[in-house]
């Protein structure tokens, strides 16, 4: 693993529809706001990673190199890290993997997107390859709902029972986005609601799917040695690790899905974790979609395949639940695609450090977060604690 | 300084492409035409890979020996899509599915077509995962995916 690597800032940008700054002003208002997190200045940022979705989300190609002035990169090493919806995670990665490599002692990740500029699932769609998949990709929804109809009839399950799941799933984290200042969506919902709520893609209704934000995030991370001087109490990487499919959607199993299971269980392994569901506090799972977060419960092994729908009517996952889940409000309220896998670990690190405020969930030690991206081909994993 | 509302400045890119799409595709929309699906199979894991491969993307091994798969198969997964967005490839509903074609042993990205689209409820008693399906060949083929207009229930 390297060095040990803790993340001491965190900032991000209040998400919605952000038209009233340009993109570098978004991006400036995240890395502004996690200096001051650090109380560090932009001197004290030795190199700098940054991702965002395909640049045709904004139509601005190679994004960073316009950004680069909102990130304080002048005479600094910068790269650009993209893996479509992970991205964020991979950003964060990155800057890990730098600094436990002996090679930069502070390394800032930085993630954006402004996905009111363009549409974003014309650009999503172009992932695909030209021949053979793009037609029948069909954006993001068409993708998860194929996967979550493969969810259901995989364990047999009544039709009903994983709709009222995931209606419950919604639920949940649009209650808990009303407690996150910066969240996008931030409405009180019922079930009712997301059971009359448009159907996008049968059974996927509006309220079952992420909205398209503008939103900007920036994380700081030190090694132990520079960590250990700040005042803050620092959040330390316990584990992480990143796997994925084949780029056709129909090579691999996508409910027993090896490229969630792998890094989960890896990262476990690295941060001495036995019992996911007893040793983890909270975690904040990449779910722009409700029924996918369901096959993300197995996955992770917090339940036996089959059983997700259990967690949720049990309340294990939910608020107040033995292992609560995107406290955050998720992705599911707040999607600014380039920064959401970032912000995830952002939020693992308020949990673990006790600073997530109205979202605090009470003595939080050790917080999962995850990231998926492409055309469900990647999953990404890294663990937080609260002890070195 | 007044204070105006922040202006939006329009514009868009397009850019035309020539992909090179290599031997192995361009062989397997060749066969399109000629009505057969091909697939090419890996000697170390022994999969039959569609659309055709040059290499096992798992193995890492060149997939040499061509294999033709049944134009019919099972549907794997499918999606009713009802919301519309750009470079859509038809107005919406449609429905594209994941179809395990016989005798090959990944999935096949395409449309699921031939059925009432007008009402939910019949599309969901229509369509079933574990349902047998047959192409529609179009009568004019190009050598391209579409020379498949869809896969019809059996």
């Not at chain 1, 799933?169 to 079930?191: C, E, F, G, M, Q």
């Not at chain 1, 996008?200 to 995030?217: F, K, N, Q």
């Not at chain 1, 967690?311 to 309220?333: K, T």
Request: glycine content about 10%; proline content about 5%.
């Amino acid at each position: 693993m390297g060095r040990a690597v803790a993340v001491i800032g965190f900032g991000q940008t209040k998400h919605g529809r952000r038209e009233d700054v340009n993109y570098q002003e978004l991006v400036y208002e995240a890395v502004k706001a996690a200096l001051e997190d650090a109380g560090i200045s932009p001197g004290d940022i030795e190199a700098i990673i940054y991702g965002s979705m395909p640049s045709a989300m904004e139509g601005i190609n190679a994004a960073h190199l316009y950004l680069s002035d909102a990130m304080a990169a002048f005479g600094k090493p910068l790269m650009r890290v993209a893996t479509c919806g992970s991205t964020g995670m991979s950003v964060a990665h990155s800057a890990f993997y730098h600094v436990a490599s002996g090679s930069f002692d502070i390394v800032m990740a930085v993630g954006s997107e402004k996905m009111f500029e363009n549409d974003p699932q014309g650009t999503m769609e172009t992932v695909a390859d030209p021949w053979f998949q793009r037609a029948f990709i069909s954006g993001a929804p068409g993708v998860f709902t194929m996967q979550g109809n493969q969810y259901s009839h995989r364990y047999n399950l009544p039709e009903d029972r994983v709709r009222e799941a995931a209606a419950r799933i919604s639920v949940n984290h649009h209650d808990n986005a009303l407690d996150n200042p910066y969240a996008h969506i931030r409405v009180k919902i019922t079930i009712e609601d997301v059971l009359k709520s448009r159907i996008i893609a049968y059974p996927t209704r509006l309220m079952d799917v992420c909205p398209s934000s503008d939103g900007a995030a920036a994380l700081i991370f030190a090694s132990e040695e520079k960590a250990k001087n700040f005042p803050k109490k620092p959040a330390w990487v316990k584990g992480l690790c990143y796997c994925g499919d084949e780029h056709f959607f129909g090579d691999s199993d996508k409910v027993v899905w090896e490229s969630a299971i792998i890094p989960a269980e890896r990262a476990y392994k690295m941060a001495g974790i036995q019992n996911p569901r007893k040793e983890l506090d909270v975690a904040e799972i990449y779910n722009p979609f409700t029924y996918q977060e369901l096959i993300f419960y197995e996955c992770f092994g917090f339940c036996d395949r089959g059983e997700a729908c259990k967690l949720v009517e049990e309340g294990v996952v939910l608020r107040g639940g033995e292992l609560p889940c995107d406290p955050s409000g998720g992705v599911l309220c707040t999607n600014p695609i380039g920064a959401t896998g970032l912000i995830r670990v952002g939020e693992a690190a308020l949990q673990v450090t006790g600073r997530a405020g109205d979202r605090q969930i009470p003595g939080a030690k050790m917080a999962l977060s995850h990231a998926m991206g492409g055309v469900d081909q990647f999953n990404g994993i890294m663990i937080l604690g609260s002890e070195l | 300084m007044a204070k105006e509302k922040p202006k939006i400045l329009e514009g868009s890119i397009s850019l035309p492409y020539r992909w090179a799409i290599g031997p192995v595709f361009t062989r397997f929309f060749e066969e399109l035409k000629d009505k057969k699906i091909m697939g090419t199979k890996c000697s170390k894991c022994n999969r039959v890979l569609v659309p055709a491969r040059k290499f096992c993307p798992r193995c890492f091994e060149e997939t040499t020996e061509w294999v033709q798969v049944s134009d019919k198969g099972t549907i794997r997964t499918w999606s009713l899509i009802t919301f519309e967005f750009s470079g859509q490839p038809m107005p919406p509903p449609y429905i594209v599915g994941l179809i395990d074609l016989d005798g090959a042993d990944v999935a096949f990205s395409h449309f699921i077509g031939g059925i009432d689209l007008s009402d939910i409820e019949k599309v969901k008693d229509r369509v079933r995962i574990g349902m047998r399906v047959e192409a529609k060949w179009r009568d004019e083929r190009r050598g391209n995916i579409h020379d498949i207009e869809y896969f019809k229930p059996v």
